[in-house]
Protein backbone atom coordinates (compact mmCIF):
# COMPACT_ATOMS: atom_id res chain seq x y z
CA UNK A 1 0.00 0.00 0.00
CA UNK A 2 1.37 3.25 -0.85
CA UNK A 3 1.75 6.01 1.73
CA UNK A 4 2.80 9.28 1.05
CA UNK A 5 4.45 11.52 4.40
CA UNK A 6 6.05 15.20 4.08
CA UNK A 7 7.85 15.85 7.31
CA UNK A 8 7.73 18.54 9.02
CA UNK A 9 4.06 19.36 8.94
CA UNK A 10 4.76 23.07 9.57
CA UNK A 11 7.56 25.15 8.80
CA UNK A 12 8.37 28.80 9.81
CA UNK A 13 10.61 30.93 8.20
CA UNK A 14 12.04 34.55 7.95
CA UNK A 15 11.44 35.99 4.59
CA UNK A 16 14.30 35.66 1.72
CA UNK A 17 15.24 32.42 2.76
CA UNK A 18 15.65 29.68 0.78
CA UNK A 19 14.00 26.39 1.90
CA UNK A 20 13.26 22.63 1.27
CA UNK A 21 10.41 20.63 1.52
CA UNK A 22 10.83 17.23 2.19
CA UNK A 23 8.08 14.26 0.77
CA UNK A 24 8.34 10.48 0.72
CA UNK A 25 6.66 7.90 -0.38
CA UNK A 26 6.87 3.85 0.26
CA UNK A 27 6.42 1.96 -3.10
CA UNK A 28 8.72 3.75 -5.98
CA UNK A 29 6.43 2.17 -8.65
CA UNK A 30 5.04 5.81 -9.38
CA UNK A 31 3.98 7.18 -12.15
CA UNK A 32 4.51 10.94 -11.58
CA UNK A 33 4.53 12.99 -8.69
CA UNK A 34 2.78 16.24 -8.48
CA UNK A 35 3.40 18.36 -5.50
CA UNK A 36 0.10 21.01 -4.89
CA UNK A 37 0.01 24.79 -2.84
CA UNK A 38 -3.51 24.91 -0.99
CA UNK A 39 -4.28 28.27 0.62
CA UNK A 40 -7.00 28.06 3.67
CA UNK A 41 -9.65 27.00 3.17
CA UNK A 42 -9.25 27.15 -0.58
CA UNK A 43 -8.50 24.22 -3.51
CA UNK A 44 -5.48 22.89 -4.56
CA UNK A 45 -3.25 24.44 -6.82
CA UNK A 46 -0.84 22.48 -8.86
CA UNK A 47 2.85 23.38 -8.90
CA UNK A 48 5.00 21.05 -10.60
CA UNK A 49 4.72 17.58 -12.03
CA UNK A 50 7.55 15.16 -12.57
CA UNK A 51 7.03 12.37 -14.40
CA UNK A 52 8.82 8.76 -13.06
CA UNK A 53 11.58 9.19 -15.61
CA UNK A 54 12.49 12.96 -14.89
CA UNK A 55 14.78 13.62 -12.85
CA UNK A 56 13.49 17.37 -11.93
CA UNK A 57 11.28 20.59 -12.85
CA UNK A 58 11.42 23.91 -12.28
CA UNK A 59 9.01 27.00 -12.47
CA UNK A 60 10.23 30.23 -11.35
CA UNK A 61 11.40 30.28 -7.92
CA UNK A 62 10.52 27.23 -7.28
CA UNK A 63 12.20 23.63 -7.97
CA UNK A 64 11.09 19.77 -7.42
CA UNK A 65 13.65 16.94 -7.43
CA UNK A 66 12.37 12.98 -7.40
CA UNK A 67 14.38 10.36 -6.68
CA UNK A 68 12.18 7.93 -7.59
CA UNK A 69 14.54 4.85 -6.29
CA UNK A 70 14.71 5.78 -2.32
CA UNK A 71 11.19 7.27 -2.33
CA UNK A 72 11.88 10.78 -2.44
CA UNK A 73 10.93 14.21 -3.94
CA UNK A 74 12.09 17.86 -2.76
CA UNK A 75 10.31 21.29 -3.45
CA UNK A 76 13.08 23.82 -3.55
CA UNK A 77 11.18 27.20 -2.59
CA UNK A 78 14.15 29.96 -3.57
CA UNK A 79 14.00 33.61 -1.74
CA UNK A 80 10.74 32.70 0.02
CA UNK A 81 8.46 35.53 0.69
CA UNK A 82 5.32 36.17 2.77
CA UNK A 83 3.23 35.40 -0.05
CA UNK A 84 4.69 31.75 -0.27
CA UNK A 85 2.66 31.34 3.09
CA UNK A 86 0.61 28.10 2.36
CA UNK A 87 0.17 24.20 2.80
CA UNK A 88 2.00 22.43 0.32
CA UNK A 89 1.45 18.90 -0.59
CA UNK A 90 2.68 16.36 -2.71
CA UNK A 91 0.92 13.76 -4.26
CA UNK A 92 1.88 10.44 -6.53
CA UNK A 93 0.09 8.67 -9.10
CA UNK A 94 0.57 4.84 -9.27
CA UNK A 95 0.50 2.88 -12.32
CA UNK A 96 0.10 4.28 -15.92
CA UNK A 97 -3.63 4.72 -16.27
CA UNK A 98 -5.28 8.30 -16.50
CA UNK A 99 -8.11 8.07 -13.93
CA UNK A 100 -5.39 10.12 -11.05
CA UNK A 101 -5.27 8.37 -8.09
CA UNK A 102 -3.11 10.71 -6.40
CA UNK A 103 -2.27 9.36 -3.14
CA UNK A 104 -1.74 12.56 -0.99
CA UNK A 105 0.36 13.36 1.90
CA UNK A 106 -0.62 15.27 4.53
CA UNK A 107 1.05 18.46 3.56
CA UNK A 108 3.44 21.11 5.22
CA UNK A 109 2.17 24.41 6.19
CA UNK A 110 4.77 26.76 5.71
CA UNK A 111 4.66 30.69 6.87
CA UNK A 112 7.01 33.10 6.08
CA UNK A 113 7.50 35.50 8.35
CA UNK A 114 8.40 39.60 6.86
CA UNK B 1 -7.20 25.02 -19.33
CA UNK B 2 -9.62 23.95 -17.11
CA UNK B 3 -12.00 25.90 -14.93
CA UNK B 4 -13.86 23.62 -11.91
CA UNK B 5 -16.93 25.31 -10.36
CA UNK B 6 -17.99 24.17 -7.27
CA UNK B 7 -20.78 25.08 -4.89
CA UNK B 8 -21.98 26.17 -2.26
CA UNK B 9 -18.50 27.21 -0.31
CA UNK B 10 -19.57 26.97 3.01
CA UNK B 11 -22.67 24.66 4.37
CA UNK B 12 -24.04 23.54 7.73
CA UNK B 13 -26.30 20.98 7.87
CA UNK B 14 -28.15 19.05 10.51
CA UNK B 15 -27.09 15.10 11.18
CA UNK B 16 -29.73 13.32 8.89
CA UNK B 17 -30.62 15.89 6.33
CA UNK B 18 -29.88 15.25 3.33
CA UNK B 19 -26.98 16.56 1.02
CA UNK B 20 -26.15 17.65 -2.85
CA UNK B 21 -22.86 18.94 -3.86
CA UNK B 22 -22.38 19.85 -7.42
CA UNK B 23 -19.35 20.33 -9.50
CA UNK B 24 -18.90 21.65 -12.95
CA UNK B 25 -16.33 21.60 -15.02
CA UNK B 26 -15.21 24.15 -17.88
CA UNK B 27 -12.88 23.87 -20.74
CA UNK B 28 -12.45 20.66 -21.38
CA UNK B 29 -14.57 17.53 -22.52
CA UNK B 30 -14.92 14.29 -21.64
CA UNK B 31 -12.38 14.76 -18.02
CA UNK B 32 -12.16 12.56 -15.78
CA UNK B 33 -13.86 13.43 -12.44
CA UNK B 34 -13.38 13.14 -8.60
CA UNK B 35 -14.74 14.03 -4.94
CA UNK B 36 -12.11 14.56 -2.44
CA UNK B 37 -12.77 14.91 1.08
CA UNK B 38 -9.92 16.82 3.07
CA UNK B 39 -10.71 16.07 7.24
CA UNK B 40 -9.20 18.17 9.94
CA UNK B 41 -5.78 17.02 10.67
CA UNK B 42 -5.75 14.55 7.71
CA UNK B 43 -4.52 14.29 3.62
CA UNK B 44 -7.17 14.49 0.79
CA UNK B 45 -8.86 11.37 0.69
CA UNK B 46 -10.46 9.92 -2.55
CA UNK B 47 -14.09 9.55 -2.57
CA UNK B 48 -15.73 8.68 -5.93
CA UNK B 49 -13.85 9.27 -9.71
CA UNK B 50 -15.58 9.03 -12.72
CA UNK B 51 -14.25 8.50 -16.44
CA UNK B 52 -17.46 8.81 -18.50
CA UNK B 53 -21.07 9.81 -17.95
CA UNK B 54 -23.20 7.52 -15.73
CA UNK B 55 -19.63 5.43 -14.34
CA UNK B 56 -18.78 5.68 -10.85
CA UNK B 57 -16.23 4.02 -8.65
CA UNK B 58 -16.31 4.06 -4.89
CA UNK B 59 -12.74 4.18 -3.09
CA UNK B 60 -14.13 4.06 0.29
CA UNK B 61 -17.69 2.12 1.68
CA UNK B 62 -19.38 5.50 2.87
CA UNK B 63 -22.55 7.23 3.78
CA UNK B 64 -22.22 8.86 0.50
CA UNK B 65 -22.81 8.25 -2.98
CA UNK B 66 -22.10 10.04 -5.93
CA UNK B 67 -23.82 10.76 -10.00
CA UNK B 68 -22.49 11.83 -12.89
CA UNK B 69 -25.66 12.35 -15.23
CA UNK B 70 -23.47 14.98 -18.06
CA UNK B 71 -20.01 15.09 -19.44
CA UNK B 72 -19.11 17.70 -17.15
CA UNK B 73 -21.25 17.48 -14.20
CA UNK B 74 -20.47 15.90 -10.72
CA UNK B 75 -22.86 15.63 -7.59
CA UNK B 76 -21.91 14.13 -4.25
CA UNK B 77 -24.97 13.18 -2.18
CA UNK B 78 -26.25 11.66 0.88
CA UNK B 79 -29.61 10.44 2.01
CA UNK B 80 -29.08 11.05 5.76
CA UNK B 81 -25.54 13.16 7.11
CA UNK B 82 -23.85 11.75 10.09
CA UNK B 83 -21.46 13.98 11.85
CA UNK B 84 -18.67 12.03 10.59
CA UNK B 85 -19.42 13.56 7.55
CA UNK B 86 -17.75 16.85 7.98
CA UNK B 87 -15.27 18.10 5.68
CA UNK B 88 -14.00 19.87 3.44
CA UNK B 89 -15.25 18.68 -0.13
CA UNK B 90 -12.74 19.10 -3.41
CA UNK B 91 -13.98 18.59 -6.73
CA UNK B 92 -11.04 17.61 -9.45
CA UNK B 93 -10.54 16.93 -12.84
CA UNK B 94 -8.32 15.68 -15.79
CA UNK B 95 -7.98 15.73 -18.94
CA UNK B 96 -4.23 15.07 -19.15
CA UNK B 97 -1.26 14.04 -16.60
CA UNK B 98 -2.01 17.51 -13.99
CA UNK B 99 -5.18 17.18 -11.82
CA UNK B 100 -7.45 20.46 -11.47
CA UNK B 101 -9.35 20.92 -8.14
CA UNK B 102 -12.26 23.34 -7.53
CA UNK B 103 -12.17 26.06 -4.60
CA UNK B 104 -13.66 23.45 -2.23
CA UNK B 105 -17.06 23.37 -0.11
CA UNK B 106 -16.85 23.43 3.55
CA UNK B 107 -19.56 21.16 5.04
CA UNK B 108 -20.57 20.80 8.74
CA UNK B 109 -22.91 18.48 10.18
CA UNK B 110 -24.03 19.30 13.36
Known amino acids: KQEVTQIPAALSVPEGENLVLNCSFT??????LQWFRQDPGKGLTSLLL?????REQTSGRLNASLDKSSGRSTLYIAASQPGDSATYLC?????????????FGQGTTLQVKP | SQTIHQWPATLVQPVGSPLSLECTVEGTSNPNLYWYRQAAGRGLQLLFYSVGIGQISSEVPQNLSASRPQDRQFILSSKKLLLSDSGFYLCASNRGEKLFFGSGTQLSVL
Open chain 1, 50 to 54: IQSSQ
Open chain 1, 91 to 103: AVRRGSSNTGKLI
Open chain 1, 27 to 32: DSAIYN
